[in-house]
C-alpha cells in the first residue's frame, strides 16, 4: 500500500480523504469520482472530467475535520464558481503544509451509512455499520464484526441495527444495493487483515445513491 | 492436546484429570483448618471414588490415613494432584508430582499474579515452565475441578451432587462456580465437569473449551468470563464448538466505551461491551447478564429436545395471562398462533363454563381445573401444526383455599402434583411436543412456607419425569427464545 507506507514514512497518523479513498477503491470499494488539484491552471481541466455540480473539499492529511474549517463546498455549477472556490480555500489553508483541492463529482442520496474498521486490543480488526453522518455520533446505531466476515456476518450486521429500515425501499427511494454493502463490509474487514499499518478507519458518510453506495468521505489512521 | 505454547506435552490425559484413580493433596494439615485438610473432608463426604494420599512434611495421620512426608515417597505411580502448600513451594511440588507420573493438579495456593508483586509473577512463571515440561495445571489460585461421576468436588462443594449430568461450567471465580452449581443443585442442572481455573497459569478457557466441545459427557457449555488470553483464538474455538454445542457465556466486566485514545469515530464506538456482544453474538453464543439466567437457559437447553420453537399455546387460568405471555412470546422472537376453529371448539367441550375461552392463550377460567381435563386440553392444542411447544400454567397456591374448602389434612394432599407430572410426561409422549410448566407462587410469606415446599417438591417431581419448570412465565419464554434462536442460527450456519 504505497499510500500507507508513504504515510508512515513521513510520520503522519492520517492519511488524507483523497489517499483514504484510494486505498478503499483498491479493495473495490465504490468511491466518488474525484480529483485532486493544487494549482490554480488545473481546476477547469479537473472540473470538467468530475462534471457539475461538483463539490470542493480542502484537502491535506493535517485536515480531519473539514467542516468544521469551512472548507466544504457543494453544489458547485460552474467554473467560475470553482475558481472562485479554489482561491478562497487555498487562502484559509495557507498555514497548513502542501495544501491542495479536492474536486469531487456530487453525490445525491437522503440516506447516510458509516463504516468502519478499529482494532480491538483482544480480538483484533472488527468492522462496525451504522447510520452515518451526523446521526453516527447522536444515534450510535451501530453494529460490529470481528474480521474476517462471511456473507453471512455482513449480511446479519446490517439487520441487526435499529434503524435497518433505512436500507428497504422507503418513500419512494429504491432499496439499498445489499449485495454491494455486504461486500464494502467484508472487503473492509479483508483491509484490517492484510494491513498491519492501517490502524482504524471511518467510511462516513456512505451514501445511497439511488440504491447504490458511494463512499463520500474517509478518514484512514496508520501508524 | 497439544500444548502448542511449549510444544513438550504429548497428549493432555484429561482422563486422568477428571477421572484419577489416585489423587495426591500436597499440603494437608493434621491441626486446624487448611485448604488441604478442607479438600480432603470434602472429598471424603462427597464420596470420592480413587484412593487418596495426604502429603505433609511433618507426617503423621488424618482422619485414619496415612500422611506422607513426601510426594516421593507415596506408593507407585499418582493420577492427579491438589496442592495446597505455600505459594514458594508448589513449582517444587508439581515438579515431583510429574515424577510420579500426574497428569494434571489443581493448585488451590493463592500469592501468585494476583497479589500484583514481582515476586508472585515470578512464581506463577515458575508454575508456567513446570507446567510445560508435561503436568497440566489448574489454577493457582482456584477452586479446582467439580466432576461428580468421579467425585472430584472443588471448594467447600462437600454436599454437591453425585449424580452427573449435561451441564459443563468454566470459570476463572471459584465463588462464581460455586454458586451456580449451588442454583442448579435445587433447580434441576447436573454437572459434567465444572472448573474453577482462577489465574489460568496453564489450562484455561480456550483449550478447557475446546475439550469440552469434544466430551461426549458435555452437552451444554456454561462460562463465566472476565478477560481472555488470546481473543482471536478463543473466538475460533468459540466458533467450533457452538457448531457443534450450546455454549452459553456470562460475560462479566463489561464496561462502556474503551478509554483508549483514538482518531475514529468507529474506534470510540468500539468499546469493549459493544465489541464483545458483537463476538460473542457472531459465534453464535447464547448471552447471559447474570448467575440466575445461566441456570435457566441451561436447564431448558438440557431438557428441550434440539431445534427452534416458533408457535407456543400456553394454557392457564387467572389473571392478565393472556397480555403477558403475547407480550413475552414476541419480545423473545416467538408467536402464539391462533388455534382453529375446530379445535377451539373441541378445547371449549372440556372446559369449565362459563370463564373459559379456547383461543391462544388458552384460558382455563379456574385455576384449580384437574389435570384430567387439562390433558384434553394440551392433547387438543397440540394437534395444532402451527404449536411446536406448549406451556401449563400452574398456580398451586390455589390448592392452599382448596384444601381448606374440602377439609384436606393437608396441603399435600390437597395438591394434585403426581396427577400433574404424569400428565404432563403423557401429553410429552403423546404428542412429542415439549410441554413445560410455569409455577408462579404469589404466596411467599412466612405463614405459606407450605406452599413453597409443596412447589419445590412438585418441581423435583416434574424434572424426574422430564418435565422442564419454571418459576415464572417470563423466564420460561426467555430460556424457550434463548434455545430457539441458538438453534435457528446453527442451522442456518452448518445445516444442522
Known sequence: MDFVDKAVKEGRSTLSEYESKQVLAKYSIPITKEVVVDKKDDVAKAAKQVGYPLVMKGSSSELAHKTEKGLIRVDIRNEDEALKTFDEFMKNMKDIKNPA?????????????????????????????????????????????????????????????????????IRG??????????????????????????????????????????????????? | MNNDKSGNHTVTDYEKIFHPKKLAIVGVSAEGYGFGSGMLSSLLTIGYEGEIFPVNPKGGE?????????????????????????????????????????AGAEVLSSGFREIGTPEGRSLEDDIKKVARKGIRVVGPNCFGIYCPQSGLTILPGAEFPREGGPVAFLAQSGGMANDFINIGKWLGLRYSKV???????????????????????????????????????????????????????????????????????????????????????QANVVQVATTWEMAQVSLAFAMLPERAYKGIAVAGGGGALGVAACDAAEANGMELPQLKAETQEKIMAVLPKPGSSAGNPIDVANPGVPPFILKQVLLHAA?????????????????????????????????????????????????????????????????????????????????KKNVLAFENLTDAFHAIGQVSNYYRRRMERTGA
Open chain 2, 195 to 281: 472448573v474453577s481455573f482462577g489465574n489460568g497459569a496453564d489450562l484455561r478457557e480456550t483449550e478447557l473449551l475446546q475439550y469440552l466441545g469434544d466430551d461426549p459427557e458435555t452437552k451444554v457449555i456454561c462460562m463465566y468470563i472476565e478477560g481472555v488470553e488470546d481473543g482471536a483464538a478463543f473466538f475460533d474455538v468459540l466458533k467450533q464448538v457452538t457448531a457443534k454445542k450450546p455454549v452459553i457465556v456470562y460475560k462479566g466486566g463489561l464496561s462502556e466505551a474503551g478509554q483508549r485514545a483514538v482518531a475514529s469515530h468507529t474506534a470510540s464506538m468500539g468499546g469493549s461491551k459493544a465489541i464483545w456482544e458483537a463476538i460473542l453474538y
Open chain 2, 62 to 102: 488424618i482422619a485414619g490415613r496415612k500422611i506422607y512426608k513426601t510426594i516421593e515417597e507415596i506408593p507407585g505411580q499418582i493420577d492427579f494432584a491438589v496442592i495446597a502448600v505455600a505459594a514458594p513451594l508448589v513449582a517444587r511440588s508439581l515438579e515431583d508430582c510429574l515424577k510420579k507420573g500426574a
Open chain 2, 383 to 463: 394437534e395444532e401444526e402451527k404449536v411446536d411447544l406448549q406451556i401449563l400454567m400452574q398456580l398451586l397456591y390455589v390448592y392452599k383455599a382448596i384444601q381448606r374448602r374440602e377439609n384436606a389434612k393437608s396441603l399435600r394432599e390437597a395438591t394434585p402434583t403426581i396427577e400433574l407430572a404424569d400428565m404432563m410426561e403423557d401429553v410429552q409422549k403423546k404428542t412429542g411436543k415439549p410441554a413445560v410448566l410455569v409455577l408462579p407462587n404469589n404466596r411467599q410469606g412466612l405463614n405459606d412456607l407450605d406452599v413453597e415446599e409443596i412447589r419445590r417438591e412438585a418441581r423435583e417431581l416434574f424434572l
Open chain 1, 173 to 223: 427511494m429504491e432499496a439499498a444495493n445489499i449485495e454491494v454493502l455486504a461486500n464494502i463490509l467484508i472487503n473492509v474487514g479483508k483491509i484490517g487483515v492484510e494491513n498491519d499499518k492501517i490502524k482504524e478507519i471511518d467510511i462516513n458518510p456512505i451514501i445511497l445513491s439511488k440504491g447504490q453506495p458511494i463512499a463520500v468521505d474517509a478518514l484512514v489512521v496508520v501508524g
Open chain 1, 101 to 169: 483541492i479536492l474536486i469531487q463529482e456530487m453525490v445525491k442520496g437522503q440516506r447516510e451509512l458509516v463504516v468502519g474498521m478499529t482494532r480491538d486490543p483482544q480480538f483484533g480488526p472488527c468492522v462496525m455499520f451504522g447510520l452515518g453522518g451526523i446521526f453516527t455520533e447522536i444515534l450510535k446505531d451501530v453494529s460490529f464484526r470481528k474480521a474476517p466476515l462471511e456473507k453471512r456476518d455482513a449480511l446479519e450486521m446490517m439487520r441487526e441495527i435499529k434503524g435497518h429500515k433505512i436500507l428497504d425501499a
